[in-house]
């Protein structure tokens, strides 16, 4: 707390990166201080802590070379690793503990003493509600808490990633599906929300470092140099040779989006209306309007920041709202005990479109 001011802070991990946002609450949240603080390879492997003492030095230079302020809050969201993270989404008529603990014991691929989940249930009509669960190894969880802890920092909330990237997009639901791409260096997450939440999410190890290894392999040119024809050049020359090394390169991901984009048609009858581009290799010069002429609706490029999670999280904590419509990881919720949910329908508000948040941390 500042001067009676409501703050929060999120942080976000990766296996070559960790980023911290503080924010505060006035009358609308505004950035206290952010930072981020890249990674030696080997210290997180697939979400995992695998160099306690490193690690632990990149969190204290993390904290207190935070720019405009070192964060003081010691209280965090924390996003649960993308990497170690697990959905199941299912629709049912009926809806019991017995069943919903079935459903994870089933579908997510862990043995099931080793389950931390977490879940929300949202009515599609009268008779039928959509669950969306997500897990991720106990003792996963378990060492970043306890290693968090060592560094003075405590875990309110286990959130996940997806929820918060489109907690920094959108305020509220949308009417009509959107489909948000989430473009970062080692992995791509393709999510379709709407009216009621989460519809799908499917993650691939197709992203940034892939379509540079493809511009380096086309073009008979250094990882490094690729990297910088990929920034400067992106799509925007159809005749150069990087436009065909990237086209390829985009194969898979714009394949998974079509098979969403097809999901949702095929089960919930409704077309997506939008596509939001976010993560750091979304920001490729031109891939806006590629996307737009391949699916024919409107594509966004999201906040240029790197660190949209981060805020997602922090916005997690600053606005209790959002632990009616998002699921967290719960360590002590096992598969021998739980409680259902009332379900409820969360509806957009009467906008001509979704209002969204990036455009408060784009400065």
Do not use: C
Request: aromatic share 8%.
């Amino acid at each position: 707390m500042h001067l009676g001011t409501k703050t929060a802070v999120g942080i976000s991990v990766a296996d070559h990166v960790i980023e911290v946002v503080e924010l505060a609450m006035g009358k609308k949240p505004s950035i206290r201080a952010r930072n981020r603080t890249s990674l030696d390879a080997g210290v997180i492997v697939g979400g995992a802590i695998r160099d306690e003492k490193k690690l632990a030095e990149a969190f204290v230079k993390l904290f207190a070379e935070a720019k405009p302020v070192p964060v003081s809050g010691r209280h965090v969201v924390f996003g649960v690793p993308e990497s170690a993270t697990y959905f199941h989404i299912f629709e049912t008529q009926k809806i019991s503990g017995e069943y919903i603990a079935a459903e994870v014991t089933r579908n997510i691929p862990l043995p099931a003493e080793d389950i931390a989940w977490g879940y929300r249930v949202f009515s599609q009509s009268k008779d039928v509600s959509r669950v969306v669960v997500a897990a991720a190894s106990r003792a996963l969880v378990d060492s970043w808490q306890k290693f968090l802890s060592t560094q003075g920092i405590t875990i309110d909330i286990f959130d996940i990633e997806v929820f918060a990237i489109f907690r920094n997009l959108f305020r509220e639901f949308p009417r009509e599906p959107v489909l948000v791409v989430d473009i970062g260096a080692e992995t791509t997450a393709i999510s379709i929300f709407d009216s009621a939440g989460l519809v799908y999410t499917r993650s691939i190890r197709i992203a940034g470092e892939y379509l540079t290894r493809e511009i380096a392999t086309a073009l008979k040119i250094a990882h490094d140099e690729a990297e910088e024809k990929k920034v400067a050049m992106g799509l925007e020359d159809r005749e150069h040779p990087i436009f065909f090394a990237l086209v390829k390169g985009l194969e898979m991901i714009t394949r998974e989006m079509r098979a969403a984009q097809e999901y949702v048609v095929r089960t919930h009858t409704m077309r997506i209306s939008e596509i939001v581009l976010a993560g750091g290799s979304s920001r490729i010069r031109g891939l806006s309007t590629y996307m737009e002429a391949n699916f024919g609706v409107t594509v966004v490029e999201a906040s240029p920041t790197s660190d949209v999670e981060a805020v997602g999280y922090a916005l997690r904590g600053l606005e209790t709202r959002w632990d009616v419509t998002d699921p967290k990881i719960v360590l002590e919720q096992k598969i021998t005990s739980w409680h259902i949910p009332k379900p409820s329908i969360h509806w957009s508000m009467p906008h001509a479109s979704p209002r969204r948040w990036w455009r408060l941390f784009t400065q």
